[in-house]
T-cell receptor, first 112, second 112 residues
């Protein structure tokens, strides 16, 4: 069966510090991978998606970047965090031939 | 720009009652998803609706899709406390990789 791992679960970082969130998928190959952000009390916003190694598409201009160094690994990064980067970050995956996406457990990021 | 609007955003109801959550969207799509989110948790897939007129039921929840009206409904029958959560609809506007545009979410509270 397929599983998705996302870490860390919670993170408190000072303004101006770097960020690295990691997501890995097991039990499948060549998945589509996604990073979403959920602000407090709001819906989810798609930040990045990737259809293959090294292929990253950005949906919104922001202070964040994403990378996919391996087939089943997706990393969300920032060089300098802003207060507005606080939120709940969710990684997701789906098979290219299918429509349903599956979400990781999320990382709650608080920038102070 | 695609807009996905849920109604209501907050719903407090008594156990045993019936209610409906509405999800309207502004562009053509024949794929819509419903997710459940418990506080501080990730998203759990509830229903995948892939065609006009699709209806799916699981326990006390039933979801339907009318692509002509650009409307999906999530109906709750004889609500129980365990159904308290935030419910999101998401419209699929896939172009290459899957892109989900989420509604704002409906926070459902069911009182004993």
């Amino acid at each position: 069966s397929q599983t998705i791992h996302q870490w860390p679960a919670t993170l408190v970082q000072p303004v101006g510090s770097p960020l690295s969130l990691e997501c890995t998928v097991e039990g499948t190959s060549n998945p589509n991978l996604y990073w979403y952000r959920q602000a407090a009390g709001r819906g989810l916003q798609l930040l990045f998606y990737s259809v293959g190694i090294g292929q990253i598409s950005s949906e919104v201009p922001q202070n964040l970047s994403a990378s996919r160094p391996q087939d089943r690994q997706f990393i969300l990064s920032s060089k300098k965090l802003l207060l507005s980067d606080s939120g709940f970050y969710l990684c997701a995956w789906n098979r290219p031939s299918e429509t349903e996406a599956f979400f990781g457990q999320g990382t709650r990021l608080t920038v102070v | 720009e695609l807009k996905v609007e849920q109604n209501p955003l907050f719903l407090s109801m008594q156990e045993g009652k019936n209610y409906t959550i509405y999800c309207n969207y502004s562009t053509t799509s024949d794929r819509l998803y419903w997710y459940r989110q418990d506080p501080g948790k990730s998203l759990e897939s509830l229903f995948v609706l892939l065609s006009n007129g699709a209806v799916k039921q699981e326990g006390r929840l039933m979801a339907s899709l009318d692509t002509k009206a650009r409307l999906s409904t999530l109906h709750i029958t004889a609500a129980v406390h365990d159904l308290s959560a935030t419910y999101f609809c998401a419209v699929d506007i896939t172009q290459g990789a899957q892109k989900l545009v989420f509604g704002q979410g409906t926070r459902l509270t069911i009182n004993p």
